[in-house]
């Protein structure tokens, strides 16, 4: 993927090697935006084959609504290749959204903020740990991401290259694309109603259509070329289907705990993860992004 000459947006707090006091909310059940006991042990699986604590989970890595988002303005941010990356990323995807807005749903695109921390962040979802991984929280609009989950992604995962990494980026951006939509809001209220079979089904289908989304940012990169602009090249499409892959709650489960568990999947399987993100890759439609059936 070529993005070194392409434009970098402005809206990324870089807050690395700042240390926040304090920690999250102990674990509440149900106070998790909807995710059940079975997501929480998928999640601690995860953080357990990323090399971090699971027990962190349960003392502050769970998001709640109490901490403010973080300021970056007492920190001097690191003009590195991982922040010049992450900035061209997330400008492309502000690019794509602002036009996919206006021409297929004729209104106006809210761009987010992107948060790089270290370690630990606070945000409005509570405080969480890096080994929860990048994640997004509608109350403050913006993703979050340790950068160095790219390193976790190549070693433990076998989904190394630009385009996997920018795939990741723009996932978390299809969850903002859900809360500008009111889906997030909508889903949320069915599963505080559900089941919690029903509660892990509608977390399944809600990240299979960030996929999706995804994947109508990459179609959208696909079709442009020129100096100035995020490219891509051969094999850049088959390294982000192989990402998807890789970070299937199946593939995860097989990996930590040498079986798979459907019940307690939150994101999807491996096959379910590819088939979205393509679907998304060929069409470049929100139409065609309709997990939820509704």
């Known amino acids: 993927m070529?993005?070194?000459?392409?434009?970098?947006?402005?809206?990324?707090?870089?807050?690395?090697?700042?240390?926040?006091?304090g920690g999250g909310m102990p674990l509440r059940l149900g106070g998790m935006g909807g995710m059940s006991l079975g997501g929480l042990v998928a999640i601690m699986a995860i953080t357990y084959l990323l090399g971090g604590d699971p027990l962190a989970i349960l003392t502050g890595g769970v998001p709640t609504e109490t901490a403010a988002p973080p300021s970056a303005g007492d920190v001097a941010p690191i003009d590195d290749e991982g922040s010049q990356f992450v900035?061209?990323?997330?400008?492309?995807?502000?690019t794509v959204w602002g036009s996919v807005f206006r021409e297929q749903l004729g209104r106006s695109y809210s761009e987010?903020?992107?948060?790089?921390?270290s370690d630990q962040v606070p945000s409005a979802c509570g405080t969480n740990s890096a080994a929860v991984g990048p994640f997004y929280c509608p109350p403050d609009q913006r993703v979050y991401i340790d950068i160095s989950f790219y390193n976790e992604l190549d070693?433990?995962?076998?989904?190394?290259?630009?385009?996997?990494?920018?795939?990741?980026?723009?996932?978390?951006?299809g969850h903002h694309?859900?809360?500008?939509?009111?889906?997030?809001?909508?889903?949320?209220?069915?599963?505080?109603?559900?089941s919690e079979a029903q509660a892990n089904q509608l977390s399944?289908?809600?990240?299979?259509?960030?996929?999706?989304?995804a994947g109508v940012w990459g179609h959208y990169v696909k079709a442009q070329s020129g100096p100035g602009k995020v490219t891509l090249e051969p094999g850049d499409v088959e390294e982000g289907l192989r990402a998807a892959a890789a970070i299937g709650d199946d593939a995860i489960q097989r990996k930590a705990q040498g079986q798979v568990s459907p019940e307690s999947w939150t994101h999807g399987s491996s096959e379910q993860r590819v088939q979205w993100l393509r679907r998304g890759l060929d069409s470049g439609q929100v139409a065609n992004c309709n997990t939820l059936g509704t």
């Open 2 to 21: 070529r993005w070194q000459d392409a434009e970098r947006s402005t809206n990324v707090d870089d807050v690395r090697g700042r240390r926040f006091g």
């Open 87 to 94: 900035k061209t990323v997330l400008k492309s995807t502000e």
């Open 112 to 117: 987010p903020r992107l948060v790089m921390f």
């Open 155 to 173: 070693r433990r995962f076998g989904a190394p290259g630009d385009f996997a990494q920018a795939y990741v980026i723009a996932h978390e951006v």
């Open 177 to 194: 694309v859900q809360n500008l939509l009111g889906i997030d809001e909508k889903v949320r209220a069915a599963q505080q109603r559900g």
């Open 204 to 213: 399944v289908r809600m990240e299979l259509q960030a996929d999706c989304f």
